[in-house]
């Protein structure tokens, strides 16, 4: 069983709803039990434009191999509605796997960790929710310059 983090992100149609969609279907699958999930944050687009983003971490279980679960998370993003015509491109629904337990992978369609998670602010205030070991003080200071707002939780993890 691997423990993962998935970077949840959207600015188009009703985000809440697609991490909402997305993570029953994670946990339909009877091989990932969603365990925690970090609170909903709102940041301008990186390296791109279009309406504001909402972003959120959620720390999912897994029986999954890694490939399987991007695969899951692939057909998930479709699902919602996901389009791939251009890089950066707005979108409902975009799953980013950021660690998969302790492994390091780098094939041509997965690098694990997430090779750009460090130098977002919308993936290292949600995942400091969760995994407050994995964020450092340097971490956070270096993207202290990137707009991002806490709008609280979006879940019942009751």
Known sequence: MACTYIAFGGNL??????????LMALNGTQRCWVTKASGL???PPFEASGPDYLNAVCEVMTTLKAPDLLKLMQSIELEAGRVRDFHHQP?????????????????QHLQV???RWSERA????????????????HLLSAVSHQPIRALGPWVDQS
Do not use: C
């Open 91 to 107: 979108r409902q629904l975009d799953l980013d796997l950021l660690f998969f337990g302790q492994a390091l992978i780098s094939s």
């Open 41 to 43: 944050y709102e940041s």
């Open 113 to 115: 960790p997430h090779p």
């Open 122 to 137: 919308f993936v290292l205030l949600p995942l400091r929710d969760l995994a407050p070991q994995k964020v450092s003080e």
């Open 13 to 22: 149609g009703s985000p809440v709803a697609a991490f909402k969609e997305a």
